[in-house]
């Protein structure tokens, strides 16, 4: 208020969360991000709507915001004679992939639901605005650092341009950012895990080597998963083993749970040289990537699994997770770890997996959907 409407007064009411000006107009605060909140909104009207971050709301609430765009207001302009303002509703966004409803209503014009072509595609329009755009009053550096992310995330946050959608995706940007978590809101947490999952780096000549996956999660007393650091480093023996101990001290770790594929007990002897009588778990990959990843693929969308930040390296390699295999252009060491972590969070998760897969090959070959019941 004060950079672009000086001199202005208005009154913030922070129990309601509205502000209210001299000619008794008002500006209300409100979120879609679950249906308490959407359901708050019912009993309003408004002229104009803004959705900030579409890209993390779903479908679903946005049609009952455009419900409450019914406002009659006459815009007062001196010297002229009042006219009645206009209904209009303004989105913003980081663009999603192309299966979002931000896309299929703006760009193709279309209902997200229905699919059908929408009858007043002229009410409809959009236009791009990106970092380049407002290089003035960014921080040094900040551009050179978009410039240098993976093609698939410089598209979205530097481009501006919806990403082509993946049906296999298992955890899609939209998911992500829809519970992305703010440090400041963290609840407490009943179990602090670090993951880690090795490679071959040496400490001399690793430039070509994998990195070695080292992530920090805890499980929250609202039952919710958080990611809260990726300390993954390039680096031998020497140097990851102190990176990884390091971690568990800081964030006050109940275990350490590492995959012992590749050095066995070697991997367990560098983190308790490192530090003693930590508490340790061997892990071993009896399973594919993408079949231990799978199961927290509906965590993620239900918001079970949420990112305390924004970790633009491991979402990049999660984005590489699909039904049809990992398709990413590099081992996916960040990730891995990760799903240690969350293995190590939701022990039942994996199981379950397994023993429906079990289950479905013992099926009879005249079974049918009708007989579900009997089998699950």
């Known amino acids: 208020m004060k950079l672009a409407f000086p001199g202005v007064e208005y009154k913030l009411d922070k129990t309601h969360w509205y502000v209210k000006f001299q000619n008794e107009s008002e500006i209300w605060f409100g979120g879609l991000d679950d249906k308490d909140r959407t359901e708050k909104i019912l009993g309003m009207e408004f002229a104009t709507i803004y959705l900030n971050e579409s890209s993390q709301i779903s ?3 946005v049609g009952i915001a455009m419900t409450r765009l019914a406002q009659k207001v006459n815009q007062v302009i001196e010297g002229k004679e009042p006219t009645l303002l206009k209904p209009r509703m303004y989105f913003d966004c980081n663009p999603p992939n192309k299966n979002h409803w931000t896309y299929q209503l703006f760009i193709l014009r279309r209902d997200p639901d229905t699919k059908i072509n929408i009858p007043n595609p002229d009410n409809y329009g959009y236009f791009q605005i990106n970092p380049r755009d407002n290089k003035d009053n960014l921080s040094d550096g900040y551009l050179d650092t978009l410039e240098n992310l993976s093609a698939r995330l410089r598209k979205r946050f530097l481009e501006g341009e919806f ?10 940007d939209e998911a992500i950012d829809r519970w992305r978590a703010d440090n400041a809101d963290l609840p407490d947490f009943v179990r602090v895990v670090v993951g880690v999952d090795p490679s071959g780096a040496g400490d001399q000549d690793n430039a070509d080597n994998d990195a070695i996956g080292i992530v920090v999660g805890a499980l929250g007393v609202d039952g919710n998963a958080y990611l809260l650091e990726d300390c993954t480093v390039k680096a031998g023996p020497a140097t990851w083993g102190n990176v990884a101990v390091s971690a568990y001290d800081r964030h006050k770790a109940d275990v350490l749970v590492a995959e012992t594929n590749y050095g066995g007990a070697m991997v367990e002897g560098v983190i308790q040289a490192s530090r003693t009588k930590t508490n340790f778990k061997a892990v071993s990959a009896s399973r594919g990537k993408v079949i231990r990843a799978e199961p927290f693929a509906s965590l993620y969308e239900a918001g ?22 990992f398709t990413g252009s590099r081992s996916p060491n960040r990730a891995d770890a990760w799903i240690w972590v969350l293995t190590e969070l939701f022990p039942g998760m994996l199981r379950q997996k397994v023993e429906k897969k079990k289950l479905e090959t013992k099926r ?7 007989q579900a019941g009997y089998w699950m």
């Open 59 to 61: 479908w679903g609430p």
């Open 163 to 172: 990403t082509d959608a993946n049906p296999n995706q298992l955890f899609p």
């Open 304 to 325: 079970k699994i949420r990112h305390a930040g924004r970790f633009v390296e491991l979402e990049d390699e999660l984005s590489g997770f699909s039904t049809i295999g």
């Open 364 to 370: 009879p070959q005249n079974w049918n959907n009708s």
